[in-house]
């Protein structure tokens, strides 16, 4: 006989759906809704007593604070105790019966640009200083059965006004050897390349971890660079030998209008459409040297876009390949606290053939396209993180592609990030809530090929992430 939902389980349900149900009669219009919704999730997070917490249904189902998994005490940059929970297939356990593993999170931002947008910088938004709830998303994390996990996430976003199915990856693992060397085998079902990666250097987790959808952004990025999102679905297998090498082989297809709209990404008219089948390949190399971790691998794929979702018998062929880098350095490896240096690093190329482009818009036939990130942080405690990064795209100038003022692409800048977690340690006061507060700055040298003007669309952006499980 199933149980009986206790009162305060109920209460929160209650709590959660009434804010969101204001937030959605308001539009996102002014601070009032921003104040119910956070009022709503600090009942809830008072309401539900748990363990501290990681995505929080993780923390729950290990019995492991934040801090064993990520830096900082928050997602979503992993440490090594992380990396290997996600490799095995997000089943590990603390051996005690937990219910489904259901979590929570939500992320509410001020956003200000140095000069203001031309008109609102998105329907029911003015044109600067924008208060918001970005996005309030809830989890399946964790062991469906002993031999099958999962990591889905349904987010609701509150600039789009959207409910859609976001992140998603199913896996099965198993233990093996080859050689005489242990193994880790296993299979992945996907809804967005790197999404089921183990390091912060690729797209999907790479840093920053959140930022806001408030602003204006270069228009030049990869096809791997977060251009197949939740737009496409894959399967494929992976393995990691003798915990220093690792393989993952993919191969996706785009899903139609109609699968979009049922998920709730709703296609915009014009929106571009994938042809065909699409490989996605990962190699990495890995190595911890006891207070110091080095990764170093390659990633990519290759794939065919109809422009505008127009069929016209050609379509543009683009091949991403990107070579990527991690290094940690844990003062103390025996504490979950200790002070840790982060580091990453991605470079991605980018080559384009594009046969639809010139027959359609008259583009070059073809394009070069590069992306460098690096970013480097100090956790102080797994509390307080600051993080720099540099950026820069830079490519093959065509006004008729890009559409930029000059057609030239080219962006560079930096991001700076203070982040402080009070929770997710072993000795938190409190143990049945965690919450991240941020600051982060993005600064423009070149936006869109022009430094003059590019200062305009610096950012400084305020935010609060909290979590909570069921």
Excluded at 84 to 103: E, I, R, S
Excluded at 171 to 178: I, K, P, Q
Excluded at 328 to 340: A, G, L, T, Y
Excluded at 457 to 462: D, E, F, P, T
Aim: proline fraction near 6%; aromatic fraction near 12%.
């Amino acid at each position: 006989m199933p149980q009986k939902p206790r009162p305060e389980a109920v209460k929160v349900k209650l709590l959660l759906i009434t804010g969101i149900r204001r937030l959605r009669a308001n539009s996102f219009r002014g601070g009032k809704s921003l104040r119910w919704l956070a009022t709503s999730l600090l009942l809830a997070l008072l309401l539900r007593p748990g363990v501290a917490l990681a995505v929080p249904a993780f923390a729950q189902q290990t019995g492991q604070p934040c801090a064993a998994c990520h830096v900082g005490a928050f997602g979503p940059q992993l440490k090594q105790y992380g990396r290997d929970f996600k490799l095995n297939g997000y089943v590990a356990t603390d051996g005690k019966a937990h219910g489904l593993p259901l979590a929570l999170s939500t992320q509410m931002s001020f956003t200000h640009t140095d000069a203001a947008q031309p008109g609102p910088a998105a329907p029911h938004f003015a044109a600067n200083d924008n208060v918001a709830v970005d996005q309030t998303s809830f989890y399946y994390a964790g062991r469906i059965v002993p031999w099958l996990g999962a990591f889905v996430q349904i987010t609701y976003d509150g600039i789009a006004d959207q409910l859609h199915i976001d992140n998603a990856d199913l896996r099965h693992a198993h233990d093996g050897d080859l050689f005489d060397e242990d193994m880790v085998y296993g299979f992945t079902v996907n809804n967005s390349p790197t999404v089921s990666d183990l390091w912060n250097s690729t797209p999907d987790w790479g840093f920053p971890y959140n930022g806001s959808a408030l602003t204006p952004t270069p228009l030049a990025a990869a096809l791997i660079d977060g251009g197949l999102g939740q737009r496409v679905l894959g399967a494929g297998g992976y393995m990691m030998w003798n915990d220093l090498v690792y393989l993952e082989a993919d191969l996706y297809r785009g899903v139609g209008y109609d699968v979009l709209n049922a998920t709730g990404i709703v296609p915009v008219a014009g929106t571009d459409k994938t042809r065909g089948l699409i490989p996605y390949w990962r190699l990495a190399l890995q190595q911890d040297f006891g207070r110091s971790y080095v990764e170093l691998g390659t990633y990519g794929l290759s794939a065919s876009v109809l422009p505008g979702g127009v069929d016209i018998g050609l379509a543009d062929r683009f091949t991403d390949t990107a070579l990527d880098a991690n290094y940690q350095f844990v003062f103390d490896p025996k504490s979950v606290v200790s002070d840790m240096i982060s580091a990453h690093a991605t470079l991605i190329h980018e080559d384009a053939s594009l046969d639809a482009s010139n027959a359609l818009i008259g583009a070059a036939r073809s394009h070069g396209l590069g992306t460098f990130r690096a970013d480097v942080s100090y956790s102080i405690a797994a509390t307080v993180t600051p993080t720099i990064q540099y950026f820069q795209t830079t490519g093959t100038t065509d006004t008729a592609y890009w559409g930029t003022p000059n057609g030239s692409p080219n962006s560079s800048g930096f991001v700076a990030e203070i982040a402080y977690s009070p929770w997710g340690k072993p000795d938190s006061p409190i143990s049945w809530a965690n919450i991240r507060f941020a600051v982060q700055y993005v600064d423009y040298t070149r936006f869109d090929g022009q430094t003059h003007g590019a200062s305009a669309n610096n950012a400084l952006y305020l935010s609060v992430w909290a979590a909570a499980h069921f």
